[in-house]
């Protein structure tokens, strides 16, 4: 009886082993076939999406680079007062807290509704049981500075119910395992009426849509008026209103005043926050888990120079829901005419988004030779390939970005710097390669004793 076991276990594991193999073979030769670029270009959004209550601008999913990052990056301007209706795509996703603050909301499958709103009632004088007057999932706060995590397939909000305009940059992952579909983005709304652009109409009845992000109503719209009143227990007006027939909002609209919902004060979040124990492995559950973190805080810099800037980092270690959807982030500040080190990225793509200033980037192919030599500004994409070299020169202004990577624990590797691939080769090797003497050896290996920013003056920054 055990015998006859062992035959038929074995070979369904060797098959599923060599059938999940085979598939993350294929995956990885179509990524391979679309990296291969001559050059690269900051990128510019190709279209902006008008709403109510802001817009969307949408970078063009058909450039060779983009396509070989396999995402998606869009950028959201919420006004005062609006709110992103609930959606959820084939992606999972991360967004950067631009400038503004609001309050986000994912709806978790199967947990349970934790925020409760309650009020009591007075009855003949004397106070009555207590009435609850609504429930609903955890909300959380977010604010200029933050990476928001968003897991694949879960639908969320957001509401700026800040003084000024929330600003969001977006990247999905659209080539995540966790996307069975195709690495085209799809949003599937669950509110209003957005429809696609009028390129987007164009390029549909003209055979030539590619790539991109394509969109019309919301879910509710495919289904019979009669059904949604029957799954509700709704009347059929009520049911019509789920459908949004008439609704020329967009997908960021505006609220009421009466928009309100129960959640703790900032006070209470930040002793919450001050209190609870943080990454020992029981503290986050799916319903409970913390879903951004913010880097704009110079305190929790990862690297800091006094004279050239800072770089903060938020991986898996410290967010642990990256791992779940095997994305990271970093911020970066050059201050004046500073270098961030030439390093490359060992495991992931980086999606690098201009924040503020100006400053000048190289970026060096496999071919030795570069693929990007040129000036980036504000609102800028630029997108460097796994393994492809980069060095950030900031100019008069500074520069400052963040860069969404492709892998939940991405690692650099520096080219120069006091944690640099030439600093940990012996002196003999340094010199046998480069042809140098041993002198000139050890000041290559031993000038720099920044990690990965350097300060550089006016007149060597002119020279790179």
Known sequence: MVNSCVLPISILCFLVLTTGGSAYRQAGQQQQAQCRIQSINPLEPARRLQHEAGYTDVWDQTFDQIQCAGVAASRHLIQQGGLLLPTFS????????????GIVGTINPGCAETFQ????????GQFGSQKFRDQHQKIHRCRKGDIVAFKVGLAHWVHNDGNEDLELM???????????????LRRFFLAGNPQESEMQQRRKYSGQQQQDENFSGNLFQGFETEVLAESFQVDLETAARLQGQDDNRGFIVRVGK????????KYEEERRREWSPRNNGFEETVCTMRIRENLDDPERADVYTAQGGRISTVNSHNLPILKEIQLSAERGVLYENAMAAPHWTLNAHNII?????????QVVGHSNRAVFNGEVRQGQLLVVPQNYAEVKLAGNEGLEWVSFKTNDRAISSPLAGKTSVIRAMPVEVVMSAFRMSRDEAQKLKYNRQEVRIFPRSKRQSERI
């Open 117 to 124: 709103s309650s009020e009591q009632i007075d009855v003949g």
């Open 170 to 184: 977006v990247v999905h992952d659209t080539s995540n395992v966790e996307n069975q579909l195709d690495q085209n």
């Open 353 to 361: 988004y201009i924040l503020r200033g100006t400053g000048r980037i």
């Open 258 to 265: 009466e928009f309100e919902m129960q959640r703790p004060s």
């Open 90 to 101: 084939n992606a999972p996703l991360l967004a950067y807290v631009v400038k503004g603050r």
